[in-house]
């Protein structure tokens, strides 16, 4: 089977409402994805099914040919960036930055010169100690993808994490996380609305079209008139 | 623009608490401190019954803590079918008068039961419950799921994200109910005085028993001196922890999706909570039950015997307290619609002033009812102003209670209106006594009717204060009740329990008529 992330005709409702209609996603191992549609569409659902946060009511997510059906998020190894960093507000940076590697049982010196290191990849080294309330937007957002990044995840699900930013500030983060991310030989799906930045983030686009029973899968952009 | 006489508002409330509770209070300091009362602390028996008021009420709070935990999460995150209506079970045993709560735990426990530290501590779990599953659950159901969501894709397994993620931040609210409930069971009377027994005694009932059996006034003052010092304590020491532990954070603005029942965890707290509200619901099964078993077989006996005036009831038919109750009621209304919604007038009009009205008003709400009917028992029980045997002393008692309350609720309604109106009134020509008759005074006098409702359900089940006042030939459907309780044999449990079915109807009946009054921006407390 084909190495990387396999979505096959995922359907999910929610509170009743048609999301996804039997979406496909394909992410290969060392890929970067744009996944592209207007808000609402569904995007958000798609990267929670993936992240193990949905279950969905048909179809499957793969990863190298595994089917992760009854995996649990939490062993899922899939990082996620949510739109607005939701850092946890009782820990500083240094806490939210370290916690999946708390969570794996990383002894306290090792976890210390990790954060520091993923600190200083973002951007941010000497934020160890900062109360997250203290962040600017942008900050915020870094930290949230140090977090993620730290447990070394077999794929990272980006969802719109720098939307709330203004357009240069957006564009350029993209430019690092891209950059970042192939260094480091992560898959990605990221998701946006932006025509040009899914082209500057990604190697390949999708977009999701909405239909009368939920969205569906196409390939390339603009194909259901998404907006910029 | 204010309305000119905002000044005037506050007068009346000022004047009303300040005869009727802060006097007394200061009454009650003077008597406690004085010599004769300080002696009751070098007593053996006083120690021991403050030990067992707070060993009785930590092991209550923890009990209805770790119960109300699994239901507030059920009710309030969990999508299951009848969930409205367990929360509803789980919710009413709050609203149920204190001697009810005792007299429905008389009627389910066996006997041997009565007098044990055990019967209190059940009884209070049963009627605490809800504090926890309102206060822990409408903070959990405003508190972001995605914060577990992030801990989960970082690989932290269910117990990990409880014990990293949604405890530390759900800690505050926990405590905060942690707090309240064990004011409520340190301060505790009706319940305790129904199922405690020598040895089982709170502060509280100790003060009415040196009260009416010892007429040790002194001694009583000083126990109430005790009391509110401990109170006080609680208080300093829950605000401290709850700023320490408090975390900044955005609460989600609508509550959070209800989420379906698929995990094995989630299952389990389901199931716990659909047996505690069978549990709730047993002690209220039971006292409706003993009202109609007579014997070894079912009958109205004992609804009959509450129209009859007979040795079992000293002088009155216990029908007559229905009486007795509902007039005092009216008063009682009056009073605390008329004082509660000067006041809240006068907070919402001024600024600084207002704020200071605003706390002095909340500080009977603070104090046990015992002291406040203690405090005017023995402030108004001697000249120059002898209100002994007037039977107004009981209405003032229950209003002192409900007032706090029916501001609660006034108050938030007359902020949300809009100040331009008053203006757009005045540019008009409207001269300002006719702004806010025209303006303010529709808008008050529903949420007055909200707040009268309140008040009347306070009234109606008030114990604690009452338990002082009330004269012995005009006593309260509780009073009457308690009484009842107190004396041995079939015959008066089974009247009790009749009677306290009774009150429940009357009492439901007083809320209900006020929900359908309830304006959409009425303050809930």
């Not at chain 1, 193990?52 to 992760?68: K, Y």
């Not at chain 1, 983060?173 to 991310?181: S, Y």
């Not at chain 1, 932006?194 to 196409?218: F, I, K, M, N, Y």
């Not at chain 2, 709730?280 to 129209?307: I, N, T």
């Amino acid at each position: 089977m084909s190495a990387g992330l396999a979505v096959a005709g995922v359907s999910v409702t929610l509170g009743g409402h048609p999301v996804l209609d039997g979406v496909d996603l394909r992410v290969g191992s060392e890929e970067s994805v744009a996944l592209l549609g207007p808000s609402g569409v569904g995007k958000s659902t798609l990267l929670r099914v993936v992240a193990g946060l949905v279950t969905p009511d048909a179809g499957s997510v793969m990863w190298d040919g595994v089917d992760l059906a009854g995996v649990p998020a939490h062993r899922r190894n899939i990082g996620l960036v949510f739109q607005d960093a939701v850092l946890f507000p009782h820990r500083d940076v240094a806490g939210n930055v370290g916690y999946g590697l708390e969570a794996a049982g990383v002894g306290a010196a090792e976890r210390r010169a990790e954060v520091a290191r993923l600190l200083g990849l973002v951007d941010l080294a000497g934020f160890e100690d900062r109360a997250v309330d203290t962040l600017s937007g942008g900050q915020a957002q870094r930290v949230a993808l140090a977090r993620a990044l730290a447990p070394r995840p077999r794929l990272l699900l980006l969802d719109e994490p720098f939307g709330a930013l203004d357009r240069d500030l957006r564009e350029r983060l993209g430019a690092e996380v891209r950059d970042m991310l192939r260094a480091q030989g992560i898959p990605a799906v990221h998701v946006t609305h932006d025509d040009q930045e899914a082209a500057l983030v990604a190697d390949r686009v999708v977009t999701l079209v909405p239909g009368p029973d939920g969205a569906r899968a196409a390939e390339g952009a603009g194909a259901g008139g998404a907006v910029a | 623009m204010q309305p000119p006489s905002a000044w005037w508002f506050g007068l009346l409330p000022v004047a009303f608490v300040g005869v009727f509770f802060a006097w007394p209070l200061l009454t009650v300091l003077h008597r406690g401190l004085s010599p004769e009362g300080l002696d009751v602390l070098g007593s053996a028996a006083t120690w021991r019954v403050v030990r067992f008021t707070t060993v009785q009420a930590l092991l209550s709070t923890a009990l209805t803590v770790a119960l109300g935990l699994p239901a507030a999460y059920a009710v309030h995150r969990l999508d299951f079918r009848g969930r409205r209506l367990v929360l509803s079970m789980l919710t009413v045993p709050f609203v149920l008068p204190t001697v009810v709560v005792g007299a429905a735990f008389r009627a389910l426990l066996p006997e041997s039961w009565t007098g044990t530290l055990a019967a209190i501590v059940v009884a209070h779990v049963f009627f605490n419950i809800a504090v926890v599953v309102r206060v822990v659950g409408g903070f959990w159901t405003h508190l972001d799921h995605r914060w577990e969501d992030a801990a989960r894709t970082l690989g932290a397994g269910p117990l990990t994200v409880w014990r990293t993620v949604t405890w530390p931040l759900l800690r505050p609210a926990v405590l905060a109910a942690s707090a309240l409930v064990f004011l409520f069971t340190f301060t505790s009377f009706g319940v305790v005085l129904v199922l405690g027994g020598p040895t089982t005694t709170t502060i509280e009932v100790e003060i009415y028993r040196r009260t009416v059996q010892l007429f040790d006034l002194p001694g009583a003052a000083t126990l109430c001196v005790l009391q509110i010092l401990a109170v006080l304590l609680v208080l300093v020491v829950a605000g401290r922890l709850q700023r320490r532990l408090s975390v900044r954070q955005r609460l989600a603005r609508a509550s959070v999706a209800l989420r379906p029942v698929r995990a094995a965890a989630d299952r389990t707290v389901l199931a716990v909570t659909l047996v505690e509200a069978v549990l709730v619901a047993l002690p209220v099964l039971a006292l409706v039950a003993q009202s109609f078993r007579v014997g070894d077989h079912w009958g109205l006996d004992w609804w009959r015997a509450l129209g009859v005036e007979g040795p079992t009831t000293r002088d009155v038919a216990a029908w007559d307290s229905i009486r007795v109750s509902l007039s005092y009621a009216a008063a009682a209304v009056l009073i605390a619609v008329v004082v509660g919604g000067a006041a809240a007038c006068a907070i919402a009009y001024t600024r600084r002033g207002g704020d200071l009205l605003d706390t002095g008003l909340m500080l009977p709400l603070g104090t046990s009812a015992v002291t406040v009917g203690f405090g005017l028992l023995i402030t108004f029980a001697v000249p120059p102003v002898d209100l002994r045997g007037s039977w107004i002393i009981v209405p003032i008692g229950q209003a002192l209670v409900a007032i706090p309350l029916v501001v609660r609720t006034v108050l938030p309604v007359l902020r949300s209106l809009d100040p331009r109106l008053r203006e757009v009134a005045a540019t008009l020509g409207s001269s300002p006594a006719r702004t806010w008759r025209s303006i303010d005074l529709p808008v008050l006098s529903r949420a007055l009717g909200v707040g009268a409702g309140f008040a009347a359900a306070v009234s109606l089940g008030e114990f604690g204060a009452t338990s002082f006042l009330a004269r012995t030939d005009a006593p309260t459907l509780p009073i009457q009740i308690g009484r009842l309780l107190s004396r041995p044999g079939e015959v008066n449990s089974g009247q009790a329990a009749a009677l306290s079915v009774v009150l429940v109807v009357v009492t439901a009946l007083a809320v209900l008529a006020t929900e359908r009054l309830r304006h959409p921006s009425a303050g809930a407390l």
